[in-house]
């Protein structure tokens, strides 16, 4: 007898705590929900909060963080709330949904690089992210984070041109245009450099049969653009090549001016321009403002950011999340926004005292350069870009 009475004890000693358990871990609406909203709100020899003083910041996944109810641009975190990476099977769009990249050569992986690939699978999500390589590829512990990372990731193998039309492309940055052109016209997809980091979902963008952005200093960039396949548009650019070295033969002129120039006079050419939203700011135009100053990205795709024409901040490049976190420039969100999927500044839990918001962000304004407006004010179609704001301005 005394056997069966301490089996029912037992068994219901198990029963109590099970339902503790439950209610401990779900303690949303039970009468415990003020004990674990304490503990889960108070910082080491801190005032707890209450629930009046935060609020919840409805663009942020983590249940880690809070936005405190006087914060304009940072947040409260336990631990940093860093985005899961992910991919997706996206059909709709002229244009497929598959990044790419290309590496010539070999080299190490750096900071920025990682950032910008992490981004597309973050705040993007592409069905595949093709890497397309040219000799041994990159190397170091964050190219190998990245294989493991991303599960859509593919390494393809390929002959980087050398020649166009019997013509000899005369540096790396020609060798890396031609390749990318070719890529996108025969697969179609989104091109991005490595040190370009994607904002947000570029699928407003797949239903156009090709886009590209002004640079802000001669014409557009080809560092990120969008292509379906047999582009008629990519196609001519091609098509431009043949006659290089009668005319400027650099990177910059087809690269950039000619398909600009393009814009203009083929209006038989389907392409869909973003003023502000690709590559400004960027860190050939802005310089040093990228990592000193901070804009107003709210509106764009991407920052392109250019790490070689800012080599005197290019510590700053190598920052990983704990650092860059807390860095209030233009770059520090866009990296931001990779990492944790938001632009606002970071702080842990314990650094109340030194939590801040953000400065004011500049507005984005477009300047054409002078010798692209003198070569275009006579054609009937050039619209004055001297100055072109967004709505932000």
Same mark, same amino acid.
């Given at each position: 007898?005394?056997?069966?009475?301490?089996?029912?004890?037992?068994?219901?000693?198990?029963?109590?705590?099970?339902?503790?358990?439950?209610?401990?871990?779900?303690?949303?609406?039970?009468?415990?929900?003020?004990?674990?909203?304490?503990?889960?709100?108070?910082?080491?020899?801190?005032?707890?909060?209450?629930?009046?003083?935060?609020?919840?910041?409805?663009?942020?996944?983590?249940?880690?963080?809070?936005?405190?109810?006087?914060?304009? =641009?940072?947040?409260?975190? /336990?631990?940093?709330?860093?985005?899961?990476?992910?991919?997706?099977?996206?059909?709709?769009?002229?244009?497929? %949904?598959?990044? *790419?990249?290309?590496?010539?050569?070999?080299?190490?992986?750096?900071?920025? *690089?990682?950032?910008?690939?992490?981004?597309?699978?973050?705040? *993007?999500?592409?069905?595949?992210?093709?890497? !397309?390589? /040219?000799?041994?590829?990159?190397?170091?512990?964050?190219?190998? +984070?990245?294989?493991?990372?991303?599960?859509?990731?593919?390494?393809?193998?390929?002959?980087?041109?050398?020649?166009?039309?019997?013509?000899?492309?005369?540096?790396?940055?020609?060798?890396?245009?031609?390749?990318?052109?070719? @890529?996108?016209?025969?697969?179609?997809? @989104?091109?991005?450099? =490595?040190?370009? &980091?994607?904002?947000? $979902?570029?699928?407003?963008?797949?239903?156009?049969?090709?886009?590209?952005?002004?640079?802000?200093?001669?014409?557009?960039?080809?560092?990120?653009?969008?292509?379906?396949?047999? $582009?008629?548009?990519?196609?001519?650019?091609?098509?431009?090549?043949?006659?290089?070295?009668? +005319?400027?033969?650099?990177?910059?002129?087809?690269?950039?001016?000619?398909?600009?120039?393009?814009?203009?006079?083929? +209006?038989?050419?389907?392409?869909?321009?973003?003023?502000?939203?690709?590559?400004?700011? %960027?860190?050939?135009?802005?310089?040093? $403002?990228?990592?000193?100053?901070?804009?107003?990205?709210?509106? %764009?795709?991407?920052? !392109?950011? *250019?790490?070689? %024409?800012?080599?005197?901040?290019?510590?700053?490049?190598?920052?990983?999340?704990?650092?860059?976190?807390? !860095?209030?420039? $233009?770059?520090?969100?866009?990296?931001?926004?990779?990492?944790?999927?938001?632009? /606002?500044?970071?702080?842990?839990?314990?650094?109340?005292?030194?939590?801040?918001?953000?400065?004011?962000?500049?507005?984005?304004?477009?300047?054409?350069?002078?010798? @692209?407006?003198?070569?275009?004010?006579?054609?009937?179609?050039?619209?004055?870009?001297? &100055?072109?704001?967004? +709505?932000?301005?």
């Amino acid at each position: 007898m005394n056997q069966r009475v301490k089996i029912i004890c037992f068994l219901l000693l198990c029963v109590f705590l099970c339902w503790s358990a439950f209610n401990v871990t779900d303690f949303e609406g039970t009468r415990f929900e003020h004990v674990f909203a304490d503990l889960r709100t108070s910082s080491k020899g801190q005032q707890p909060r209450t629930q009046t003083e935060v609020v919840n910041d409805e663009k942020l996944n983590s249940p880690n963080c809070i936005k405190p109810a006087n914060a304009d =641009s940072y947040i409260i975190c /336990d631990q940093l709330p860093f985005q899961k990476p992910a991919c997706r099977n996206n059909t709709n769009g002229l244009v497929p %949904n598959i990044v *790419h990249y290309i590496w010539i050569g070999n080299g190490t992986l750096k900071m920025y *690089h990682y950032i910008s690939m992490l981004s597309v699978v973050t705040n *993007h999500k592409p069905d595949k992210v093709l890497f !397309h390589i /040219d000799g041994a590829g990159p190397q170091g512990d964050l190219w190998l +984070k990245l294989i493991e990372q991303i599960p859509c990731l593919e390494i393809r193998k390929f002959e980087a041109p050398t020649h166009i039309y019997g013509k000899k492309l005369n540096d790396i940055y020609m060798r890396t245009d031609v390749a990318r052109f070719q @890529i996108l016209h025969q697969q179609g997809g @989104i091109y991005l450099d =490595s040190d370009v &980091i994607v904002l947000k $979902s570029l699928d407003p963008l797949r239903k156009f049969p090709f886009t590209m952005g002004y640079n802000g200093v001669k014409g557009f960039s080809n560092g990120a653009f969008l292509a379906a396949p047999n $582009s008629p548009f990519l196609e001519e650019l091609l098509n431009g090549y043949k006659d290089l070295y009668k +005319k400027e033969s650099r990177a910059l002129y087809f690269g950039c001016i000619r398909p600009r120039t393009l814009s203009l006079t083929r +209006k038989d050419l389907p392409i869909h321009v973003e003023e502000t939203s690709m590559h400004r700011p %960027n860190g050939w135009v802005e310089k040093e $403002s990228i990592v000193i100053s901070s804009y107003d990205l709210s509106d %764009n795709y991407m920052l !392109h950011i *250019h790490p070689r %024409n800012n080599k005197k901040y290019k510590g700053f490049f190598e920052w990983g999340a704990d650092k860059i976190r807390v !860095h209030d420039s $233009s770059y520090g969100a866009a990296a931001r926004a990779s990492f944790f999927g938001t632009r /606002d500044l970071v702080f842990l839990r314990g650094e109340e005292s030194l939590a801040r918001d953000r400065k004011p962000r500049k507005p984005i304004i477009l300047v054409a350069h002078d010798t @692209i407006r003198k070569s275009e004010e006579n054609l009937p179609e050039f619209r004055d870009l001297t &100055i072109v704001k967004n +709505k932000h301005s």
